[in-house]
């Protein structure tokens, strides 16, 4: 793990999510392979290996770096804009 210069300016703590699921995903009637949570705002949106990735998607769209892991059991973080595991 890396020092990501993006961690301090989280809220804390950790935003609650803002859905249980993908909801850009569930209005086009996709399917999330993983979800993600977005560290700044709430968002959930699906990983990369989903078809239309939406927690890129939310990044480029807002700037908001960190999202982690929305599965079970799993808690690791990623920095899109550092391209790594925070």
Known sequence: MSECPHLPELPRPEPAPLSETCTE???VGSHPVQLR???VCG?????DSSPLRHATA???????PVMR???TGESWR????????V
Request: glycine content about 10%; aromatic content about 14%.
């Open 25 to 27: 995903c569930r209005a």
């Open 37 to 39: 949570l977005c560290l």
């Open 43 to 47: 968002h959930v949106g699906c990983c």
């Open 58 to 64: 939310h990044f480029e769209d807002s700037g908001h």
């Open 69 to 71: 892991s929305f599965e």
């Open 78 to 85: 990623w920095c899109f804009a550092d391209g790594s595991i």
